[in-house]
């Protein structure tokens, strides 16, 4: 039984306060059913429904989600990838979290190249792709204008990720989070979820490797284009990571 530090666990690992989900049931499919029907963010929901209303031209003639994103992968995750939130364009039209715009090509690829998705490309929800020990998700579950949640609105997910992550831990054992966003938000819903987090909070760095009890956490850039179209992050870089990550996971990455 792993000891927290109690840092924001305003609810216990709860998610009803301030949210609106589905209610009942239980696991992470009924957990993910909810999280599509929160509407906690003001901000957010105005955003993400003129978004799916307005849409960009080249996908007008498609359905936009228009609704949270939950996580997608399989229950038994070992290794979990933690981004920032949904693209406007992107998961906000597809439903599921990096499919359908550049960053998620990039993540993808990626993941495809060192044997943990069945294939390189994620289009739309039903694309068959499949991930093979891996989940993602991400800190906030709607799509923000700018791509900048608040800290009001990253604070307000986050029970939604601690519970994602309580539901993990039996198989959980490495946690990849892309960029310094993400890595913020993640150390305290680790510690609500019951992992011994240090103090001081260790800092967001690419490569960054640090052992909770029972689980290691990496850090790595995140797959933006700002980043992958100025080399910050390359592919080799971001294979390198999954591939580290994937072994503290205990799951089989092809070199
Ligand atoms: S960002 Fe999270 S808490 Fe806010 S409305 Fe979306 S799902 Fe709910």
New binding site residues.
Partial sequence: MRSGDGDGGREGGGVDG??TGFGGGSGLDALDAR?TG????PR??AW?EEVARTKRAAFADQEYWGR?VPGFGPSDAALLIVGL?PAAHGANRTGRMFTGDRSGDVLYAALHEVGLASRGTAVGADDGLELHGVRITSP???A?PANK?TPE?RD??R??LVSELELLRPTLRAVLVLGAFGWQAALPALAAAGWRVPRPRPVFGHGTRVPLDGLDLFGCFHVSQRNTFTGRLTPAMLRDVLRTAAGAAGLRATS
């Avoid at 929160?38 to 963010?41: S, T």
């Fill in positions: 301030g949210h999280i929160c509407r906690a963010c957010l929901v993400r949270p939130a906030v579950h709607c923000p949640p609105e307000t997910c029970p939604w």
